[in-house]
């Protein structure tokens, strides 16, 4: 992840991934409060994403945007902030598609797959990626 379009393309699939979690929880029944907060915090993610995207996107368009692609090409190292968002993304839709999916063909209600402490460990992972995104576009201030 080098350049700003490889982080461009990455944020872009992150958004991706945060519409189809958001489109899962729209689907599944039980779990309203739990389900409430992860797709809030889908929402946020989502715009936050946004942000970085359009940073990024800065990055392509000017050479002077040294400071404000030097902070998202922090968070694009491998096993960093966006690697990390991204696991965590992918175990939650996968979590959320089998479930949905299994009861579905079954002909039955979806219900919610989670425990709370399982929601709250998918919340602090994703908390975590966004509080270290937030500091890069708050770096692009200062």
């Given at each position: 992840m080098g350049?700003?379009l490889?982080?461009?393309?990455s944020?872009?699939?992150l958004?991706?991934l945060?519409a189809?979690?958001t489109?899962?929880?729209?689907?599944?029944k039980d779990?309203?409060?739990?389900?409430?907060?992860?797709?809030d915090?889908?929402?946020s993610?989502?715009?936050?994403l946004t942000?970085?995207?359009?940073?990024?996107?800065d990055?392509?368009?000017?050479?002077?945007?040294?400071?404000s692609?030097?902070?998202?090409?922090m968070l694009s190292?491998?096993s960093?902030?966006l690697?990390?968002l991204k696991?965590?993304?992918e175990?939650?839709?996968?979590?959320l598609?089998?479930h949905?999916?299994r009861l579905?063909?079954a002909i039955q209600a979806?219900k919610?797959?989670?425990?709370?402490a399982s929601v709250m460990?998918i919340?602090?992972s994703i908390?975590?990626?966004?509080?270290?995104?937030q500091?890069?576009?708050?770096?692009?201030?200062?």
């Amino acid at each position: 992840m080098g350049d700003p379009l490889s982080v461009t393309v990455s944020i872009v699939a992150l958004l991706q991934l945060t519409a189809t979690i958001t489109g899962y929880l729209k689907d599944v029944k039980d779990g309203a409060e739990d389900r409430i907060k992860l797709r809030d915090e889908m929402r946020s993610t989502s715009h936050l994403l946004t942000l970085l995207q359009d940073r990024a996107e800065d990055a392509q368009l000017q050479e002077k945007a040294v400071i404000s692609w030097t902070s998202i090409k922090m968070l694009s190292v491998h096993s960093g902030p966006l690697d990390q968002l991204k696991e965590t993304l992918e175990k939650l839709a996968t979590n959320l598609l089998s479930h949905t999916s299994r009861l579905k063909n079954a002909i039955q209600a979806v219900k919610w797959p989670f425990d709370k402490a399982s929601v709250m460990e998918i919340l602090n992972s994703i908390e975590r990626q966004k509080s270290l995104f937030q500091l890069a576009l708050e770096n692009d201030h200062m």
